[in-house]
């Protein structure tokens, strides 16, 4: 662990006193005030680094959707000190079930054995988790603000954005602007640098009053419902379906017989290729009504990258990767610490270095895992499919709960301020 991660003051730091003393300061600015940006903001505030952080909404930005975090984003917050903030508004769960369409249960997971016995893993709005990160940082951003332009230069990088109070040479840009990062797309012009993987996907929070519900996933031949109370009264979904091969779109129900493209409506998307699934999803989606539901693709980044010359890349920006195993919080959380841990310490180049060492092996398995189950679709007749999928989850278990086993049982790494014989 970190000494000096638990200082409350930056002053207190032995990091902020390193920095005085040996005259570490640098000029930066974080693109993206999610949670990749507003966490790493938090810890350089901790350690006494100056920064800017623009975000191009034009206000707060207000998520309508949930997000699952697993024990070690639970970790991470914790050791933020951001973690109590969240003030209980979320919802603890400790078993997973899994169903076929019909809501007949495959496998289900406890997570009070081990190596989970001592861990918390919690559902909550996401709105209420940017809350909480942006706590103390509200007078730091700049909203409205869009990045336009980076010019390499020998000690720094030259930007342009719609602010023109902050143009000009900065020693780090930190691109947590998401998967599909503009910084990213404008620092690797005329790359391909996202892989999109023919999936839509929906999410939905639902205000359910006493819903009695645990989380559960129930997957279909070629698609997927995934529910996970936020609240006693509020479930977050996740729905996805794969597209076939022709650019039409396929799935259980009527959409399997049609094999029509798919409707503006995310409503009726949802009802068509859920028509047959049974257990909770036919009262779900007769209670759609007015809620906001946000249709999406799956995409991941092509190959994670953790800095190009003087712009570092966190969280999604980073590594952007299926949520299929829900490690994207976590990484954007562990992806701050590392980085301003690094800087808190060393000369910004040493401490890119540093930051991807600390970064790059997990973060390549994880999005290995997450983006795995994507490809394993098989083509024949849907009894098939999920013939072999019910099989493999009975004998190997859920790949997200193989994946967090994994996760948890993994040699952290040491902090850079620590000597191997310490």
Known sequence: MYAHHLYDQPEQ????????????????????????????AQWLTRFGIE???????????????????????????????????????????????????????IKSAILTQSPFENEQFIAVREQRLLTALRTGLEKKIRYNTRLTDVDHGEDGVRISCTNELLNGQYDLIVAADGTRSQTRLKNFEGQITVQDHHIPCWRVLLEYPEHGLQPMHMIGPVSQFVIYPVSNDTLYCY??????????????????????????????????????????????????GDAAIIPDRLQSVTEPCFFDRRIAFIGDAAHGCSPLIQQGAAMALADSRCLADALAMQ?????????????EAQTQRIARASDAPLDSVLTGPGGMKQLFYSLKLRLFGPDNVRAWRRIATERPFQSANKSPGS
């Open 13 to 40: 730091s032995p990091a902020y006193e390193n920095r005085k003393e040996t005259g570490l300061t640098s000029r930066i600015i974080i693109v993206g005030a999610g949670i990749a940006g507003l966490s790493l």
């Open 347 to 359: 000369q910004t180049d040493q401490a890119l270095t540093t930051y991807r060492e600390r970064r």
């Open 239 to 288: 729905a996805h379906v794969h597209e076939a091969p022709d650019g039409e779109h396929v799935a259980d129900g009527a959409m399997l017989e049609e094999k029509g493209r798919l409707s503006p409506d995310p409503k009726e998307n949802l009802r068509r290729i859920f028509a047959r699934y049974g257990g909770p999803v036919p009262e779900i989606l007769s209670r759609l």
């Open 51 to 105: 920064f800017e952080i623009i975000e191009q909404s034009p206000s707060e930005r207000r998520s309508p959707h949930g997000i699952v975090l697993p024990f070690n984003a639970v970790r991470e917050l914790k050791m933020l000190g951001v973690f109590e903030q969240l003030q209980e508004e979320y919802f603890d769960f400790w078993k997973l079930t899994y169903c076929g369409i019909g809501g007949k249960e």
